[in-house]
């Protein structure tokens, strides 16, 4: 199973520190110090995760070169979904005008491209499909509270896209393994607008329409789990971490990037890095690390990938790639 095209896209609005010291009580110099985030992007009003996630997927296709009437399956991991029904697939599946595709979404917060690799890769390994596009897509900004310094700093809107085909001359997936508890569901969380609690006038009153977070007890499961989940995946491929030319964690934040480095023996060179100018995107992050490190140079044929995922769900997962 291979990767056959990946692509990305971010909104062309820029927001500072500068900007945010503007809107909370919040200095660039905390959020550099504490996150290493200068800037994120944030989608212009009525732009929707749908939209990021075609831009990103015509990308993806058009380094693949696929059109839209080949693509068979389209799985999207967003936490952002432009409605809870139907899917953000569904409609990224009329915009792309992919007329034979099936299309469902994934939900497994900032471990959800992963997540997606795995399933889409199940698909075409099983010969079900020929061609299956996985996207991360986020309008992270519609869910942040910009009155909560604690959580408005850390994240941004983007879109990351993978092209799944069976070419053996292509970029090979060599593993993936996921892993998620739920006994840890309120450390990261939006309560509102579920069943469990429905959207009323007292719901947006209490501010439940935002995500909250346990900002120290999830970075102590981030570092934890993204640790052993990348040794699993090395362990799976009979791997050491010096073999791996580029480890792509979830940019959440440079200390937890540092930390799962350090953590993993891995060299600061080794560790892609782009959260200083995107911030947190999610289920984006890794799908647009990916592509900008190959676009950059950093992985070129052959290369060992190691990326390695954590979320809300709590959910984690890692994949091995060979270039
Ligand atoms: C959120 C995070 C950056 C906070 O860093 P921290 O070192 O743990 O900071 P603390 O929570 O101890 O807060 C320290 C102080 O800074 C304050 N603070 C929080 N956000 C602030 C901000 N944006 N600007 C200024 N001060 C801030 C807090 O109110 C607290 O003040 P207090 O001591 O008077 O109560 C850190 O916990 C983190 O990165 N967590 C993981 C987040 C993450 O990546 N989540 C997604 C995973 S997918």
């Given at each position: 199973m291979s990767i056959t095209g990946v692509g990305s896209h971010v909104p062309s609005r820029v927001l500072s520190n500068a900007d945010l010291e503007r809107m909370v009580d919040t200095s660039d110099e905390w959020i550099r110090t504490r996150t290493g985030i200068r800037e994120r992007r944030i989608a212009a009003e009525g732009e929707a995760t749908s939209d990021l996630a075609v831009e990103a997927a015509r990308k993806a296709m058009a380094a693949a070169g696929v059109t839209a009437d080949q693509i068979d399956l389209i799985i999207v991991a967003t936490i952002?979904?432009?409605?809870?029904?139907?899917?953000t697939a569904c409609l990224v599946q009329h915009k792309l005008g992919a007329s034979r595709a099936a299309a469902f979404d994934i939900e497994a917060a900032c471990s959800g491209f992963v997540y997606a690799l795995e399933v889409g890769s199940h698909f075409v390994q099983s010969h079900t499909y020929d061609t299956v596009l996985v996207i991360g897509a986020e309008k992270m900004s519609s869910v942040?509270?910009?009155?909560d310094r604690n959580t408005c700093v850390l994240f941004g809107d983007g879109a990351g896209a993978a092209i799944l085909q069976n070419r053996p001359s292509a970029h090979g997936l060599l593993t993936t393994c996921l892993g998620s508890d739920g006994?840890?569901?309120?450390?990261?969380?939006?309560?509102?607008?579920?069943?469990?609690c429905p959207a009323t006038a007292d719901t947006v009153s209490r501010r439940l329409h935002f995500l909250r977070m346990d900002g120290k007890e999830t970075f102590k499961n981030a570092v934890n789990a993204m640790v052993s989940a990348a040794n699993e995946a090395l362990d799976r491929c009979g791997l050491e971490i010096g073999q791996i030319r580029c480890v792509i964690p979830h940019q959440a934040n440079q200390r937890i990037l540092t930390a799962v480095g350090e953590r993993l023996g891995a060299t600061p060179e080794q560790v892609f890095v782009n959260v200083d100018r995107y911030g947190n995107t999610s289920a984006a992050s890794v799908g647009i690390a990916l592509d900008e490190a190959v676009r950059e140079g950093r992985i070129t044929r052959g290369d060992l990938v190691l990326l390695v995922v954590f979320g809300a769900g709590l959910t984690w997962g890692a994949a091995v790639i060979e270039w």
């Amino acid at each position: 199973m291979s990767i056959t095209g990946v692509g990305s896209h971010v909104p062309s609005r820029v927001l500072s520190n500068a900007d945010l010291e503007r809107m909370v009580d919040t200095s660039d110099e905390w959020i550099r110090t504490r996150t290493g985030i200068r800037e994120r992007r944030i989608a212009a009003e009525g732009e929707a995760t749908s939209d990021l996630a075609v831009e990103a997927a015509r990308k993806a296709m058009a380094a693949a070169g696929v059109t839209a009437d080949q693509i068979d399956l389209i799985i999207v991991a967003t936490i952002t979904p432009d409605h809870l029904f139907p899917s953000t697939a569904c409609l990224v599946q009329h915009k792309l005008g992919a007329s034979r595709a099936a299309a469902f979404d994934i939900e497994a917060a900032c471990s959800g491209f992963v997540y997606a690799l795995e399933v889409g890769s199940h698909f075409v390994q099983s010969h079900t499909y020929d061609t299956v596009l996985v996207i991360g897509a986020e309008k992270m900004s519609s869910v942040v509270d910009w009155t909560d310094r604690n959580t408005c700093v850390l994240f941004g809107d983007g879109a990351g896209a993978a092209i799944l085909q069976n070419r053996p001359s292509a970029h090979g997936l060599l593993t993936t393994c996921l892993g998620s508890d739920g006994g840890k569901a309120g450390l990261l969380e939006m309560q509102g607008g579920g069943s469990a609690c429905p959207a009323t006038a007292d719901t947006v009153s209490r501010r439940l329409h935002f995500l909250r977070m346990d900002g120290k007890e999830t970075f102590k499961n981030a570092v934890n789990a993204m640790v052993s989940a990348a040794n699993e995946a090395l362990d799976r491929c009979g791997l050491e971490i010096g073999q791996i030319r580029c480890v792509i964690p979830h940019q959440a934040n440079q200390r937890i990037l540092t930390a799962v480095g350090e953590r993993l023996g891995a060299t600061p060179e080794q560790v892609f890095v782009n959260v200083d100018r995107y911030g947190n995107t999610s289920a984006a992050s890794v799908g647009i690390a990916l592509d900008e490190a190959v676009r950059e140079g950093r992985i070129t044929r052959g290369d060992l990938v190691l990326l390695v995922v954590f979320g809300a769900g709590l959910t984690w997962g890692a994949a091995v790639i060979e270039w």
